[in-house]
Nanobody
Framework: QVQLVESGGGLVQAGGSLRLSCAASRRTFDGFDGSSMSWFRQAPGKKREFVAG????????YYADSVKGRFTISRDNAKNTMYLQMNSLKPEDTAVYYC?????????????????????WGQGTQVTVSS
C-alpha cells in the first residue's frame, strides 16, 4: 500500500523557518505516478485548510493566500518526496500539516483546495510557532 510520511515539523519562534518533507513509499505505482500533491493543515478547533498544491511535473503550483510569499512547495519525483519550505512563520501557522495525493480524476487547476479530491493522506506533522 502506498504511504505518505511527513517529517520536519517542530517548535520554532515567530519569524523562523521550517522545511517539511513528505516521503512516499509504495508497493504499487497505480494511481500515484502523475498525481498532483498538496499540503493541508489543521489547527485546533479549525477546519482542515489547503496550504499549497503542485502538479506532478511541478509546472502548476497553487498557494493559499495566507501563505503566499512565505511558503514554497516543491517535489522531487525521483526521490518520491514533496517539500514545503516555510519562512517567516507566524503563530497562526501553528497546525498539524498533512500531505495528500490527489486522485488522478481531478484537475489540480480546479480542485486544489477540495479535500475530497485527495485519496491518500499522511499522518501529519506538528508545527508550532511561538510568539
Amino acid at each position: 500500500q502506498v504511504q505518505l510520511v511527513e517529517s520536519g515539523g517542530g517548535l520554532v519562534q515567530a519569524g523562523g523557518s521550517l522545511r517539511l518533507s513528505c516521503a512516499a513509499s509504495r508497493r504499487t505505482f497505480d494511481g500515484f505516478d502523475g498525481s498532483s500533491m498538496s499540503w493541508f493543515r489543521q489547527a485546533p478547533g479549525k477546519k482542515r485548510e489547503f496550504v499549497a498544491g503542485i502538479t506532478w511535473s511541478g509546472n502548476t503550483i497553487y498557494y493559499a493566500d495566507s501563505v503566499k510569499g512565505r511558503f514554497t512547495i516543491s517535489r522531487d519525483n525521483a526521490k518520491n518526496t514533496m517539500y514545503l519550505q516555510m519562512n517567516s512563520l507566524k503563530p497562526e501557522d501553528t497546525a498539524v500539516y498533512y500531505c495528500a495525493k490527489q486522485r488522478t480524476a481531478y484537475d489540480l487547476n480546479y480542485y486544489y483546495g477540495v479535500a475530497e479530491s485527495y485519496d491518500l493522506w499522511g499522518q501529519g506533522t506538528q508545527v508550532t510557532v511561538s510568539s
